[in-house]
């Protein structure tokens, strides 16, 4: 059974800083492309960031640029998203997504974790 | 950035019929669209891919159609675990963009 478990979330001051792991099993992860999604609260979806398999290859949007950092250890079939810089508005649930093929260019996403939730506050 | 918007925002359904929802691109998409459902509390789920083909273990009553700009997913002889919001997404320029959703309400 596929499963994707994301960890790493949690309350933090603004201008802190977090990683979030997410831990595949039921899959290797080096076949796929993967990325991050987070949904604030009441609000519909945001894609951040994406990864090719290798980890050549990242995307970013533009609201994250510079503070976010998405990696992967194929090794231990764990994507990360080390985020800087938080600011209030990345108060959202972030999942981890699956991609269908190993690019992230026009690819779909088949698979989402759970979610785990970062909220950033004073 | 591509802009995705959906119509209606809220859907009300009786059991058995039939929903229709919309979604339309600010510039085409070719056949890089996909469905996703998220009942409450739960992570958002593939339903379609690549306009019209439906993901591993969809129920054959969920299709989409469209191409370019315009899109439509249809639910046939709709279920009370239907209730959900349902939200599109294009896949052809990053940045990826969701529309804001449809709620699907069963009557």
């Known amino acids: 059974e596929v499963q994707l478990l994301e960890s790493g979330g949690g309350l933090v001051q603004p201008g802190g800083s977090l990683r979030l792991s997410c831990a595949a099993s039921g899959l290797t992860l080096s076949s796929y492309a993967m990325g991050w999604v987070r949904q604030a609260p009441g609000k519909g979806p945001e894609w951040v960031s994406v990864i090719s398999s290798n980890g050549g290859n990242t995307y970013y949007t533009d609201s994250v640029k510079g503070r976010f950092t998405i990696s992967r250890d194929n090794s231990k079939n764990t994507l990360y998203l080390q985020m800087n810089s938080l600011r209030a508005q990345d108060t959202a649930v972030y999942y981890c997504a699956k991609g269908r093929s190993t690019s992230p260019s026009k690819n779909y996403f088949d698979f989402w974790g759970q979610g785990t939730l970062v909220t950033v506050s004073s | ?107």
Request: proline share 6%; charged share 15%.
């Open chain 2, 1 to 107: 950035e591509i802009v995705m918007t959906q119509s209606p925002a809220t859907l009300s359904v009786s059991p058995g019929e039939r929903a229709t929802l919309s979604c339309r691109a600010s510039q085409s998409v070719s056949s890089n669209l996909a469905w996703f459902q998220q009942r409450p509390g739960q992570a958002p789920r593939l339903l379609i891919y690549g306009v019209s083909t439906r993901a591993t273990g969809v129920p054959a009553r969920f299709s989409g159609s469209g191409s370019g700009t315009e899109f439509t997913l249809t639910i046939s002889s709709l279920q009370s675990e239907d209730a959900a919001v349902y939200y599109c997404q294009q896949y052809n320029t990053w940045p990826y963009t969701f529309g804001q959703g449809t709620k699907l309400e069963i009557k």
